[in-house]
């Protein structure tokens, strides 16, 4: 009996064996599409200038690309309860006891801090208003009024020590120096491949 079993697994291995070869043959031919496709499918059309104003929204380290407006740490402050409190913890910061989704956001500006938020690592002020705008709150990115990234700018750039100013506009947020711009340096080598 083990013996007529013993050969019955062989079979079914040398049936699996030669239909994996068989296949593997197949499908190493080369196949030609034959299907006649229309040169325009019949949908989307070209892109106009206003729908590309709609997305280019980046703003530059000098500023360039800040949208009129302004906003105060008391009204940032409300807003990150409101809609920032979820993702980013009590006030922003590390704590212990609570895991939080997003990072923290507010440290000291110690740039041999452990955790690496805002007022120790980010090199520019206006990348905050840029990323803000973006990419939060992270379940409605890019549902934040300008008012509401400048408020939110104001909070956290004050929480973090970097600068005491109550309002930031598209004037004064390009003057704010953070702690770690020194850090950073442009790329100027010459002589290869160059990406900017």
Not at 5 to 11: E, K, P, Q, S
Request: net charge positive.
């Amino acid at each position: 009996m083990k013996q007529l079993a013993a050969i019955f697994l062989i079979g079914l291995m040398m049936i699996g064996i030669s239909s994996f070869k068989y296949r593997a043959t197949k499908s190493s031919v080369a196949t030609t599409d034959t299907n006649k496709w229309p040169a325009k499918f019949g949908f989307g059309h070209p892109v106009t200038q206003v729908e590309i104003d709609a997305w280019d929204i980046d703003i530059r380290p000098d500023g360039k690309g800040l949208p009129i407006g302004q906003g105060t740490v008391s009204k940032g402050r409300a807003i990150y309860v409101q809609k920032c409190v979820a993702c980013h913890g009590e006030g922003g910061k590390n704590q212990v006891e609570v895991k939080t989704i997003g990072p923290a956001l507010i440290s000291d500006t110690v740039l041999k801090a452990r955790n690496k938020t805002i007022g120790n690592y980010w090199p520019y002020a206006t990348t905050l208003f840029d990323y803000i705008r973006r990419a939060m709150p992270y379940p409605q990115p890019g549902s934040l009024t300008n008012t509401e990234v400048y408020s939110l700018s104001a909070y956290l750039l004050n929480a973090n020590h970097v600068t005491a100013d109550t309002i930031q506009n598209a004037k004064t947020l390009p003057k704010v120096v953070m702690p770690a711009r020194k850090l950073f340096v442009f790329d100027d080598r010459k002589g290869g491949p160059e990406i900017k």
